[in-house]
């Protein structure tokens, strides 16, 4: 069984910057692919970044590319999602997910955590 908890959420103006943190319990956290999605009022649960389970290979949605970074310490069993010039369109909650496969659909993961809400103001 794996437990993930989010972090780092929060209110930040157009232009600013948030660290996310998800921190995961269990021994599979070094051996699983980990992402990020996010999901805004009134939409789907949509895909935003992976790394798989050595942290070599990332890949992101291309509305987040070049703004945001996806990394993971797994001495720390904690992933982190790092945000740059983040829009309103950035607003919603985001989730992260532990896999045993890099993948972009939301199907294909095994556990997620509750989420943690990012509202970015204009």
């Known amino acids: 069984q794996v437990q993930l908890v989010e972090s780092g959420g929060g209110l930040v103006q157009t232009g600013g910057s948030l660290r996310l943190s998800c921190a995961a319990s269990?021994?599979?956290?070094?051996?699983?692919?980990m992402a990020w999605f996010r999901q805004a009022p009134g939409k789907e649960r949509e895909f935003v970044a992976v790394i798989n389970w050595t942290g070599t290979s990332t890949r992101y949605a291309d509305s987040v590319k070049g703004r945001f970074t996806i990394s993971r310490d797994n001495a720390k069993n904690t992933l982190y999602l790092q945000m740059n010039s983040l829009k309103p369109v950035d607003t919603a909650v985001y989730y992260c997910a532990s896999g045993s496969i890099v993948a972009l659909t939301s199907t294909l993961y095994n556990y997620w955590g509750a989420g943690t809400q990012v509202t970015v103001s204009s």
């Open positions: 269990g021994r599979t956290f070094s051996s699983s692919a």
